[in-house]
């Protein structure tokens, strides 16, 4: 039985103009942004520093950006002109637009904070071309640091910051139709926060966790693990909208060792072979290793379901100065992916590194300039007033640029949002009892049953039926095991406050994958690439399916579903719903 | 807003591959690497000699950030045999028909 107690009855109140939700890159920009402007900020994270908060705590070695440089392809214009291509019509081109516009301002932003993005080789940018994008916009850096000075800067700059917090809840006034603030915990001495403000900026990154990998080790992911629709969860409870929740993205991956990384790998020439030595990719797009990320990894399961395993990335041919800075740059992006070549005794200079695909994330389905999650205007907002989103929650995202430019985009919007308020927000008490009982269920809870198992049963069935070959028997089976996982929820016992946090992130990733298998089901076709594969409709239908599917809760319980075209926000009635 | 205040940590399960090896004879015991873990993994008691304790294993990501941040070069990441070795087929991850 679990006994628990909460370190004390009373909540700590705290208050702020501006709540950022995740102190990612998104998170710092948005605060950054809102600090300019002269709002006080605070940002809540489940880490201990701003400086390691994030998926990119670790790293990262990319920033895509047109800089105006003089080629015709080097302005947003031109980027933009292909944005309608990458996105398959699943992008709301309006919002995709102002990212796009924000990339280079929020460049020099980074920059005059004290970012180097030049080769520390020659003092130039390096710029390469990678995901099929139309000229070469990303550049290569070396951003093992990039995240520590951000959030130093952040810090700095006048943000308070909230270590180790879980934000569990928003919480909104009368009616519901206005965030006023949230609640969440530290996830080691169990306070508890009670957080008022006029905007709440959700940049809570992407969906992990979600599904199987190689190595069976459900922590072993691609992306952060502790990214687990935080965000995605707690503004489908208090009412926004969610979009492209069907879209899954995998990569391919060193067998065993879920990294990122696929792009350095295709940007710097090297070639993925299959067993019989064959450069498969060209059988599938005629940018050969340089196609899309979910175009490479789609061409990965048909060659593994034709028995062409194994398959390798093979840069031995690359020249011997390129092979020594390629090899020196995988540790920038994963800091650990040096040794774990080393203990396997690899050496990928001399030998052929063989290649699987990773396990899944919600997260844009591989396409730059749209995104899996909140639904947003040009502004950031949803349409639940004073909620804003950004970065990989959000419906336009693409790595730490957009994710940089829909956070600078948010916290400008956050400010405007709270000059137009009124002194005083009225909270829903209801909103706050709801939010606390949530946040404390785990802890009441007597079943002696754990998040870990539940974690286990949503992978499983996730993997089997809502992955990566979808079919409607298949998501049907996965909607009636969603059902139980659903109902025996409030059960599940924590008995510490870190084990308090891993549950709920579990429930949330439970929640991603009934509004995930609700979506896939809904939509009767396949759509680019490995983002939506189903079986039953293996053709694209542009005629019908151009189109996003928008969902929110409904007000009687279960998934409201409507459209989202390119250029049109969500209006339309109801269109279906799920269980 | 209170700091991380001294905490008894729940002990490890023994049978779980340890995946950040600490040497005795180098750790400075300062807090480091428990507050860069991005993961809430590892505990270490403040104003103590005590070594640091690997309280979650099964949920470090290897992202090595505290091998990276620890000041005195006493942390190894040590992958566990279903990542060097690993013996699952890519097909299990590509869904099966429902019974």
């Known amino acids: 039985m679990t006994d628990v107690p909460w370190p004390s009855d009373g909540v700590t109140e705290l208050a702020a103009d501006v709540l950022v939700v995740g102190g990612g890159v998104a998170g710092c920009l948005a605060a950054i942004e809102a600090l300019d402007a002269g709002a006080t900020v605070l940002v809540a994270d489940k880490a201990k520093f701003l400086e390691r908060a994030g998926s990119v705590a670790g790293g990262v070695d990319q920033f895509m950006t047109p800089l105006n440089g003089g080629e015709e392809w080097d302005t947003p214009q031109h980027l933009m002109s292909f944005v309608p291509g990458l996105t398959d019509g699943l992008s709301d081109l309006d919002v995709a637009e102002r990212a796009v516009h924000e990339l280079p301002r929020v460049f020099q932003r980074l920059t005059d904070i004290g970012i180097d993005f030049t080769d520390p080789t020659t003092g130039e940018y390096f710029r390469t071309r990678a995901f099929g994008l139309p000229g070469e916009y990303h550049l290569n850096f070396d951003g093992s640091k990039f995240k520590y000075k951000l959030g130093r800067y952040t810090v700095g700059h006048g943000a308070k910051f909230?270590?180790?917090?879980?934000?569990?809840?928003?919480?909104?006034?009368?009616?519901?139709?206005?965030?006023?603030?949230?609640?969440?915990?530290?996830?080691?001495?169990?306070?508890?926060?009670?957080?008022?403000?006029?905007?709440?900026?959700?940049?809570?990154?992407?969906?992990?966790?979600?599904?199987?990998?190689?190595?069976?080790?459900?922590?072993?992911?691609?992306?952060?693990p502790y990214n687990t629709g935080d965000g995605h969860a707690m503004a489908f409870r208090s009412g926004a909208r969610l979009t492209n929740m069907e879209l899954v993205e995998a990569t391919l991956t060193p067998l065993g060792f879920s990294t990122q990384g696929t792009n350095s790998y295709a940007g710097q020439g090297a070639y993925f072979l299959n067993r019989h030595g064959e450069r498969f990719m060209f059988k599938y797009d005629p940018k050969g290793e340089k196609a899309r990320r979910t175009i490479l990894v789609d061409a990965v399961i048909e060659e593994v379901l034709a028995g062409n395993e194994p398959l390798y990335v093979?840069?031995?041919?690359?020249?011997?100065?390129?092979?020594?800075?390629?090899?020196?740059?995988?540790?920038?992006?994963?800091?650990?992916?040096?040794?774990?070549?080393?203990?396997r005794g690899l050496d990928i200079r001399k030998e052929l590194l063989p290649i699987g695909i990773s396990e899944m994330s919600i997260r844009r389905g591989g396409s730059y300039f749209r995104g899996s999650g909140l639904v947003v205007d040009t502004s950031a907002e949803c349409n639940v007033t004073g909620l804003f989103g950004a970065g990989d929650c959000s419906m336009v995202s693409g790595g730490i640029s957009?994710?940089?430019?829909?956070?600078?985009?948010?916290?400008?919007?956050?400010?405007?949002?709270?000059?137009?308020?009124?002194?005083?927000?009225?909270?829903?008490?209801?909103?706050?009892?709801?939010?606390?009982?949530?946040?404390e269920q785990p802890l009441v809870a007597t079943t002696g049953r754990g998040w870990k198992d539940h974690e286990d049963r949503i992978r499983t069935l996730v993997t089997d039926y809502v992955g990566m070959r979808r079919t409607d028997r298949g998501m049907r089976e996965a909607r009636k095991l969603l059902a139980t996982l659903a109902a025996e929820e409030s059960g599940l016992e924590a008995s510490s406050f870190h084990e308090l946090m891993r549950t709920l992130e579990a429930k949330n990733i439970r929640l991603a994958a009934e509004v995930m298998t609700e979506a896939a089901l809904h939509r009767t076709e396949s759509r680019s690439g490995a983002a939506h594969r189903r079986l039953d409709h293996p053709e694209t239908d542009d005629v019908t399916w151009k189109r996003s599917i928008v969902v929110s809760r409904a007000p009687e319980g279960g998934i409201r579903m409507e459209y989202m075209s390119e250029t049109e926000l969500p209006t339309a009635a109801a269109v279906g719903s799920g269980t | 807003m209170t700091t991380d205040s001294t905490w008894a940590a729940p002990q490890p399960d023994p049978t779980l591959h340890n995946p950040i090896k600490i040497n005795p004879e180098t750790c400075i015991s300062c807090m480091i690497c428990d507050y860069v873990c991005p993961g809430d993994v590892i505990y270490k008691q403040p104003r103590s000699?005590?070594?640091?304790?690997?309280?979650?294993?099964?949920?470090?990501?290897?992202?090595?950030?505290?091998?990276?941040?620890?000041?005195?070069?006493?942390?190894?990441?040590?992958?566990?045999?279903?990542?060097?070795?690993?013996?699952?087929?890519?097909?299990?991850?590509?869904?099966?028909?429902?019974?």
């Open chain 1, 162 to 224: 909230l270590p180790r917090t879980m934000v569990t809840d928003l919480l909104t006034a009368p009616g519901g139709d206005r965030v006023v603030g949230a609640v969440g915990f530290n996830c080691r001495t169990g306070e508890r926060y009670v957080i008022r403000a006029k905007a709440v900026v959700v940049s809570t990154g992407d969906i992990n966790r979600i599904s199987r990998n190689i190595s069976g080790l459900p922590f072993d992911s691609w992306h952060f």
């Open chain 1, 402 to 439: 957009a994710a940089a430019a829909m956070g600078a985009i948010a916290g400008r919007g956050a400010v405007e949002r709270v000059q137009a308020t009124e002194d005083e927000l009225a909270l829903d008490s209801s909103s706050l009892e709801r939010a606390l009982s949530w946040m």
């Open chain 1, 314 to 343: 093979d840069i031995r041919h690359l020249p011997a100065e390129t092979l020594d800075d390629f090899v020196a740059s995988l540790g920038i992006d994963r800091y650990t992916l040096p040794g774990y070549f080393e203990q």
């Open chain 2, 49 to 99: 000699k005590e070594l640091p304790v690997i309280v979650f294993p099964d949920e470090c990501w290897y992202c090595g950030l505290c091998e990276q941040a620890c000041p005195a070069d006493a942390i190894t990441v040590v992958f566990p045999e279903e990542m060097l070795n690993p013996t699952t087929p890519v097909t299990s991850l590509l869904g099966v028909d429902p019974k």
